[in-house]
C-alpha cells in the first residue's frame, strides 16, 4: 500500500449508505434475478426502456434522501483531504442521486463519475480517466469498493482494489489485493504506509 498516491471509491456500500432493494426493481422491470440491472436496461427497446428506467429512478431517490455516512468512512475520507490525497467516486448510481447523497453527507469530494458520464463498473474507463486526470499511473491508484463490480474495475484498469465493509469475507474477494471490514482499519493501514513512504522508507 506504500505506493498508493490516490484513491477512487465507489459510493454506495461504500462511503454511505444503501437501502436499495435489488430484487424488488428487478421485479418491477422484469429483469431475472441473475441479470445486471444496468445492462438489463440497455438491452430494452426504447418503448420500454424509459418506464423501467423510470422506476429504477423513483428506488434510487428515495435511497438517497435516506443515506449516512458508513462506519469510519467519513474519517478516513476528510484525512486524506487534510493530506492532499487526491480522490474520486465512481458509481453506477444516477447522477441525480448521487449528487443528493453528496450534499446530503457533505462529502469533500469533488471529482465524481457517475454512470451517465462512463460506462459503469466494471468497465475500467471511467477509473483510467481518473488516472489520466490526476496525472497519475493507474497503478498509483486504489480502487476502494464493497462489491465484485468495484474490484473488476480496478483490476482491469491495473489498479490495487480494496475490499471494505463487510461482516464476512464475500465469494468475490479473491479480486481485492487488500480487505478491511471497515475504513477505519483502513485507515490505520494506509495512513502507516504513508508516514513511510513520507520518511523514505520505500
Given amino acids: 500500500m506504500i505506493h498508493i498516491q490516490g484513491i477512487i471509491f ?9 437501502s436499495l432493494n435489488f430484487e424488488a426493481i428487478r421485479q418491477e422491470i422484469g429483469c431475472s434475478p441473475t ?3 444496468l445492462s438489463y436496461l440497455e438491452r430494452l427497446p426504447a418503448a420500454e426502456k424509459q418506464a423501467a428506467a423510470d422506476i429504477v429512478y423513483r428506488h434510487e431517490m428515495a435511497d438517497a434522501e435516506s443515506s449516512t455516512w458508513l462506519p469510519h468512512a467519513r ?7 487534510e493530506n492532499g490525497i487526491p480522490m474520486a467516486i465512481v458509481t453506477r448510481n444516477s447522477a441525480t442521486a448521487t449528487a443528493v447523497k453528496v450534499k446530503n453527507n457533505a462529502i469533500p469530494i469533488k471529482h465524481i463519475v457517475t454512470r451517465e458520464m462512463s460506462s459503469p463498473k466494471p468497465d475500467p474507463a471511467a ?8 496525472r497519475l499511473p493507474t497503478s498509483a491508484l486504489m480502487m476502494v469498493g464493497d462489491y465484485k463490480y468495484d ?7 491495473n489498479m490495487a482494489t480494496c475490499l ?12 481485492a489485493d487488500y480487505t478491511f471490514a471497515h475504513f477505519g482499519l483502513l485507515q490505520s493501514a494506509f495512513f502507516s504506509a504513508l508516514q513511510q513512504r513520507r520518511c523514505g522508507f520505500l
Avoid: K
Fill in 151 to 157: 474490484l473488476q474495475a480496478g483490476r482491469n484498469a
Fill in 127 to 134: 477509473l483510467i480517466n481518473v488516472a489520466t486526470q490526476f
Fill in 35 to 37: 441479470d445486471d440491472i
Fill in 164 to 175: 471494505v465493509n463487510f461482516e464476512a469475507l464475500p465469494y468475490f474477494a479473491n479480486l
Fill in 75 to 81: 474519517s478516513f475520507v476528510e484525512q486524506c483531504a
Fill in 10 to 18: 465507489d459510493l454506495d456500500g461504500t462511503l454511505v449508505s444503501s
